[in-house]
């Protein structure tokens, strides 16, 4: 075979393996066509649907639908779009949302604990006050304002066991969040470039191999976190936590003090 033609299928190989290409669901996506930017059910049919005991609105359209303040524990929305969906002020403990699609869904104060989101679309997602304790986050929040949201104990870590579409983590880049809650959370090797999380608190979280270059991380708390390999560089971190925090950190040396 001819050498160039394989050096090129080399390198499309490597592109469409990489994390990148793994987590871009949207390439292709017509996000003005009905399935991601209209509604099949009004909310009266999902409040009759969920007292009648039935909880699977897997693959449904649900975009821009207000189910503010409903309790939705449990609910399987796998697969589910609810772009610019409300449900500020909701209770999904325990949901399903694998594969859906939430992107500029508004989660303000809503209750998510243990909620369950692998590969999901959460792009500039707002969810300020939200609560994710002990959920599984693998999904794209890139742009997504989560200030004050918390965090503890929930699973945002890379799956390295499901490999088939690529590395699956959470992606925080350039993600709000500002004085949000970590404690004992699994950040490990998430995407959190150009984050803005002053004052998060980080205490016992898992930062290994997590991209922080660029992230705001003044003030933030990093007491008993593991952060081997955690990339610092071009960083915004308060000159006092150079010490015994962040001594495995990498490129703490290029990290920008105030």
């Given at each position: 075979?001819?050498?160039?033609?394989?050096v090129?299928?080399?390198?499309?190989?490597?592109?469409?393996?990489?994390?990148?290409?793994?987590q871009?669901?949207l390439?292709?996506?017509?996000?003005?066509q009905?399935a991601y930017?209209?509604?099949e059910?009004?909310?009266?049919e999902?409040?009759?649907?969920?007292k009648a005991?039935r909880?699977?609105?897997?693959?449904?359209?649900?975009n821009?639908l207000?189910?503010?303040g409903?309790?939705?524990?449990?609910?399987?929305?796998?697969a589910?779009?609810?772009?610019?969906?409300r449900l500020?002020?909701?209770?999904?403990?325990?949901?399903?949302?694998?594969?859906?699609w939430?992107?500029?869904?508004d989660?303000?104060g809503a209750?998510?604990?243990?909620a369950h989101?692998?590969?999901?679309?959460?792009q500039?997602?707002?969810a300020?006050g939200a609560?994710?304790?002990g959920?599984?986050?693998?999904g794209?929040?890139?742009?997504a304002?989560?200030?004050?949201a918390r965090?503890?104990?929930?699973?945002?870590?890379?799956?390295m066991?499901?490999q088939?579409?690529?590395?699956?983590r959470?992606?925080?880049?350039?993600?709000?969040l500002e004085?949000?809650?970590?404690?004992g959370?699994?950040?490990?090797?998430?995407d959190?470039r150009?984050?803005?999380?002053?004052?998060?608190d980080?205490?016992?979280?898992?930062?290994?191999?997590?991209?922080?270059s660029?992230?705001?991380l003044?003030?933030?708390?990093?007491?008993?976190?593991?952060?081997?390999?955690?990339?610092?560089?071009s960083?915004?971190?308060?000159?006092?936590?150079?010490?015994?925090?962040?001594?495995?950190?990498q490129?703490?040396?290029r990290a920008?003090?105030?």
């Amino acid at each position: 075979m001819n050498r160039h033609i394989l050096v090129r299928a080399a390198v499309l190989a490597l592109f469409f393996a990489s994390p990148l290409y793994a987590q871009d669901m949207l390439q292709g996506v017509d996000l003005l066509q009905p399935a991601y930017s209209q509604s099949e059910m009004t909310r009266a049919e999902v409040e009759a649907a969920v007292k009648a005991g039935r909880t699977d609105f897997s693959g449904k359209s649900l975009n821009g639908l207000d189910l503010s303040g409903l309790d939705l524990s449990g609910v399987n929305f796998r697969a589910a779009r609810l772009n610019k969906a409300r449900l500020s002020g909701a209770k999904l403990d325990g949901a399903i949302l694998d594969q859906a699609w939430l992107m500029q869904a508004d989660f303000t104060g809503a209750s998510l604990k243990g909620a369950h989101a692998f590969a999901a679309q959460m792009q500039r997602l707002r969810a300020d006050g939200a609560d994710f304790s002990g959920a599984r986050l693998a999904g794209d929040l890139t742009g997504a304002s989560l200030r004050g949201a918390r965090f503890d104990g929930a699973d945002l870590s890379a799956d390295m066991k499901n490999q088939s579409m690529g590395l699956m983590r959470a992606v925080l880049r350039s993600t709000v969040l500002e004085g949000a809650q970590f404690r004992g959370a699994n950040l490990m090797s998430a995407d959190m470039r150009f984050a803005h999380a002053a004052g998060a608190d980080l205490t016992n979280a898992n930062l290994m191999n997590v991209d922080a270059s660029g992230a705001d991380l003044v003030g933030a708390i990093f007491t008993g976190a593991m952060t081997k390999d955690l990339d610092l560089d071009s960083a915004e971190i308060d000159a006092a936590a150079e010490g015994v925090a962040l001594r495995e950190a990498q490129h703490l040396d290029r990290a920008r003090r105030r």
